[in-house]
């Protein structure tokens, strides 16, 4: 079952591509109401990916580390696959980004 979770795309996300389209909202969109439906405090739903990471540097980080050599990382997957763990690793994504963002910010202020 691992291996299977692994080598094709998770039923939820055709679930959750299907429900975004019959909305006639972007995939992002229809995560993110979601995300607000279900914890509607913000601050709550920071705490939704206590246990999933997301490292973007899935081609190597730009900056400002600037090393190609660098590898991205998704942990803290398990064998669930609905909308709302979509919607968490879309969180997760999200808050690798920022991170990353803050990481740049930080080394111009130096």
């Known amino acids: 079952e691992a291996t299977e979770g692994a ?3 998770p039923p939820a996300s055709r679930l959750a591509s299907a429900h975004a389209a019959a909305a006639r909202l972007p995939l992002p969109e ?5 995300l607000r439906r279900s914890v509607p405090c913000r601050l709550e739903r920071a705490a939704v990916t206590r246990r ?3 490292l973007p540097d899935f ?3 730009r900056s400002p580390l600037a090393d190609p050599a660098v590898l991205g990382l998704l942990s803290g997957l398990s064998l ?3 909308e709302w763990d979509l919607a968490c690793v ?3 994504a999200l808050q690798g980004l920022a991170y990353g963002v803050a990481h740049i910010v930080d ?4």
């Open 59 to 61: 081609n190597g980080n």
């Open 7 to 9: 080598t094709r795309p």
């Open 107 to 110: 080394a111009l202020n130096g």
């Open 30 to 34: 229809y995560l993110n109401g979601l």
């Open 52 to 54: 999933v990471h997301l």
């Open 80 to 82: 669930e696959d609905t």
């Open 90 to 92: 879309y969180l997760a």
